[in-house]
């Protein structure tokens, strides 16, 4: 039997990377899914092609940093298809610089998306969570910055930890009603956003393009491997089946033993 028969997941930043490898997993596995992406063109795209494959899907447009979007979106998810089981807050940029050099403006956007955006979207499924009496999974895209660091990363690293301690409290707030909340931790993944990073880390640190995959993301690896956005997708699940509270308040590491605890 499917995983996740007839559960709704809403998954964000779910037209590309490593949220639509979530959201196809979840189609798979049965779930009825709610691709919520800043662009809803790809949205669209991406809800028809599970469409394609007999999956119950649709796009949604939402901005995660507006909270009037995010409800009206959530509202949109749950007129069409019943309810909220599962949140993904997956959404997410990138932006570096070291701190002396980060202007405001930036450090506050990228807070924003991962930040805002977890509350903002964690806030209106919850309310639906705990109406429908059958609880539910909140899972935050964190990352191995939300357990150390590196340089030129500053708001992104502090975005990511902070993912934890909101998995925390809401894992506690939720208990008694059964709704579980964690963290997934990937070390890098080769999507558009790391590839964007890659050039960019080059200049910055004097170095080739090469050396900044083999000498700074993937050194600390086991075997000198990228995270896929399948392993990603996979611990996703996990969480999302799971069928009690034993595993609530957690963050799972999926680096190739970047980073081991």
């Known amino acids: 039997m499917p995983q996740l028969k007839d559960k709704v997941a809403y998954v964000t930043g779910a037209a590309s990377g490593i949220g639509k490898e979530i959201a196809t997993l979840f189609a798979q596995e049965g779930a009825k899914v709610v691709i919520a992406d800043l662009n809803k063109a790809a949205a669209d795209a991406t809800a028809a092609e599970l469409k394609a494959t007999g999956a119950q899907a649709i796009g949604v447009a939402v901005d995660v940093t507006n909270e009037e979007q995010v409800n009206a979106s959530v509202e949109e998810a749950v007129a069409a298809f019943g309810g909220i089981d599962v949140l993904v807050s997956n959404a997410?940029?990138?932006?570096?610089?070291?701190?002396?050099?980060?202007?405001?403006?930036?450090?506050?956007?990228?807070?924003?998306?991962?930040?805002?955006?977890?509350?903002?979207?964690?806030?209106?499924?919850?309310?639906?969570?705990?109406?429908?009496?059958?609880?539910?999974?909140?899972?935050?895209?964190?990352?191995?910055?939300?357990?150390?660091?590196?340089?030129?990363?500053?708001?992104?690293?502090?975005?990511?930890?902070g993912l934890i301690g909101l998995a925390k409290t809401v894992a506690k707030e939720g208990g008694s009603k059964g709704v579980r909340a964690n963290v997934i931790c990937p070390g890098f993944v080769r999507t558009p956003l790391v590839e964007k990073q890659i050039p960019e880390q080059a200049k910055t640190l004097g170095i080739s393009e090469d050396d900044v995959v083999k000498k700074v993301m993937l050194k600390e690896t086991v075997d000198g491997e990228f995270t896929t956005t399948d392993d990603v997708a996979r611990v996703a699940l996990l969480f999302a089946a799971f069928p009690s509270n034993a595993l609530t308040g957690q963050s799972l590491i999926v680096s190739h033993g970047w980073n081991m605890q």
Not at 97 to 114: N, Q, R, S, T
Not at 128 to 136: E, F, P, V, W
Request: hydrophobic fraction near 45%; charged fraction near 20%; glycine fraction near 8%.
């Open 92 to 161: 997410g940029i990138q932006i570096v610089h070291p701190v002396e050099e980060f202007e405001f403006a930036d450090w506050k956007k990228l807070l924003a998306i991962h930040l805002d955006g977890a509350f903002l979207t964690t806030k209106a499924c919850l309310k639906h969570m705990y109406a429908q009496g059958r609880g539910g999974s909140i899972i935050y895209m964190g990352s191995v910055h939300s357990k150390e660091a590196s340089v030129l990363k500053a708001p992104y690293v502090t975005a990511k930890h």
